[in-house]
């Protein structure tokens, strides 16, 4: 790793979103690089939970620079008809955003698959802008998933769309260990 302890002179709110694959691995190239630099990440992973992912070994191996939570279930929430425990999960993810903001030790943080969870009902938009508003200026924030809402779009300092032009996926492959978990 990098010597030096130096912090982000400045941190920018980042949103990666669209309909292609890549969104989540974007986000965690991103910390690699900060961790690589000394920098201290902080990743919360919402509407996800008790599957075994490659990037939380990954995130122990580089403790305490990377640290990942799941915020979710291991099944699939239902957009029409979200369950009471998705909702909790969601808002106990922000809530956490929050604290990480407010205790000031980490350099980077990462809400992944938030913008889902805006978009499900699972938590209001407002209630990410205010997470968007407490930012430390030295803190980057980036937000991941499908669906961003334009408000956070609006809010936000560089947005990426990622655009599926062509997908496994679409002829009966599912997510592979190592590559896409």
């Known amino acids: 790793m990098a010597t030096g302890n130096k912090k982000l002179e400045r941190g920018y709110v980042q949103i990666l979103t669209g309909d292609g694959k890549g969104k989540t691995t974007a986000a965690l190239g991103m910390a690699l690089r900060a961790v690589g630099h000394n920098l201290k990440v902080f990743m919360i992973m919402f ?7 490659g990037e939380l070994e990954t995130a122990r191996r580089l403790a305490p620079f990377l640290e990942i939570r799941e915020m979710g279930r291991e099944t699939f929430v239902s957009k029409e008809n979200p369950e009471a425990i998705d909702i909790e999960w969601a808002r106990d993810g922000l809530r956490l955003a929050m604290k990480i903001l407010e205790e000031g030790k ?6 992944d698959e938030v913008n889902v969870a805006v978009d499900f009902g699972l938590i209001p938009v407002e209630d990410v802008l205010r997470v968007i508003r407490a930012k430390p200026d030295h803190v980057e924030l980036v937000l991941t998933g499908r ?4 408000d ?3 809010s936000a300092d560089l947005v990426t769309e990622m ?3 062509k997908h ?12 896409e978990r």
């Open 47 to 53: 509407m996800k939970g008790n599957v075994e992912y």
């Open 106 to 111: 980490h350099d980077m943080l990462i809400l």
């Open 147 to 150: 669906y961003a809402h334009a």
């Open 152 to 154: 956070l779009i609006a």
């Open 163 to 165: 655009t599926c032009v």
């Open 168 to 179: 496994y996926y679409q002829h009966g492959v599912e997510a592979r260990v190592g590559i």
